[in-house]
């Protein structure tokens, strides 16, 4: 009994964030189990980010992309959330789509929190049942949060009142792991009741790396170095993924020879995506003496299929975890389906390691959150020697990608319309 489906995604290609790709991903698949996707998205020309027109190759043909305005970003910047600035003009749009469109479902993926908001709004206003995807979660205590009167203090405090608000009426909440929401079912223990929840990674969409062929591009961040081991990082820089990366960064210093010929580039790691300055490693590289000669740090993110072809040029690719059960790195798909040898270090109950391990794609440290940390410095000399021999002994045609099947972006999308196919039914 599937149906028509709203997702309301304030950022859509061409905008460069990593939070598109999970709507684009499900716009794709949604078609072959039913049901019909509606992309409400805010007009690029309000995005605050470089723009990634590349990324447009990869949106299906044929899906249907409504576009708003928003509010300019003031200076000086009060507001920048996009979800804030076009919140009223989503909600009058969405209301206006869900009548005439005959809309069965509303799903809303977050980031931007606010706009979780607009599910139990729309549904009190047109009755329509919504849910509410955990791209990370809302109410989270940040490094700071904990400082009264601080703005992540603020911030905590906000989302505490916000999200039960938003939530209460979702007859769906679905997250990029469990963790992601695990804290929401412990909150609202009454959704359970009323609620199903479905824990669905990224996943990994292997046409994405076909399309780098057509590209006329060749990598410019770093070049082939023969007799360099030259792996890729790429993506944010979590805020309790430090400890993890300095405790690497000891146990290079201590062993400097085994870990001469290492290069691994951090690439879109900064503390903004369009400052080419705005580094976030390189202090604690130049503290451990490993500043351009082991560790490279380009801060500024690049365009998504960019991105691909960097991995491509890479000798392998690399996955830094964090001290939270609940992160998933999304990057683990990118690293499987590249074809190049992993090297990950990740909490130990991070879906990511079975992603790795399954697979066979590569060698993994797994480390048990911030006690686990200092484990890692005397672990990873010895683990990257496995993943010398990896590398030395690796082949693509080893890879299982049957185990991946299940980690697809087509079968992640079948486990939400299955969960949308109850909810219709129901």
Known sequence: MPGKILIIAPHFPPSNLAAVHRSRLFAQHLPSFGWQPLILAVDEKY???????????????????????????????????????AFWQLYKRAKRLIKEEKIDFLYIPIPSFYIALLGRWLHASTGVKYGIDYIDPWVHRFPGSDRLFSRHWFSWKLASVLEPMAIKKAELITGVAEGYYKGVQERNPSLARTALFGAMPYGGE???????????????????????????????????????????????????????????????????????????????????????????????????????????????????GSTEVHYTPSKVYQGVLSRKPILAVLHAKSSACEVVRSTGAGIVLAFEGEEGVPQISRDFAAVFTEYIKFVKEFSPARVDYTQFDKFSARAVTQHLAELLDKIVAA
């Open 47 to 85: 995005y605050e980010e470089r723009l990634d027109h590349h990324l447009s190759r990869l949106l299906p043909e044929g899906l249907r992309i409504e576009k708003v305005s928003a509010f300019p970003v003031t200076r000086p910047r009060l507001i920048g959330d996009l979800g804030l600035r």
């Open 206 to 320: 292997a046409k994405d790396h076909e399309k780098i062929e057509e590209l006329d591009t060749k990598p410019y961040l770093f070049q082939q170095k023969a007799g360099k081991m030259q792996l890729v990082y790429a993506g944010a820089m979590l805020p309790k993924a430090y400890g993890p990366l300095e405790s690497i960064m000891e146990a290079m210093t201590r062993q400097p020879e085994l870990f001469s010929q290492l290069e691994i580039h951090f690439i879109g790691t900064g503390k903004t995506p369009n400052d080419p300055q705005g580094y976030n490693i390189r202090s604690l590289a130049e503290k451990y003496g490993l500043w351009e000669k082991v560790i490279f740090e380009y801060p500024a993110r690049i365009p998504y299929l960019d991105v691909l072809i960097h991995l491509e040029a890479a000798t392998g690719v690399f996955i830094l």
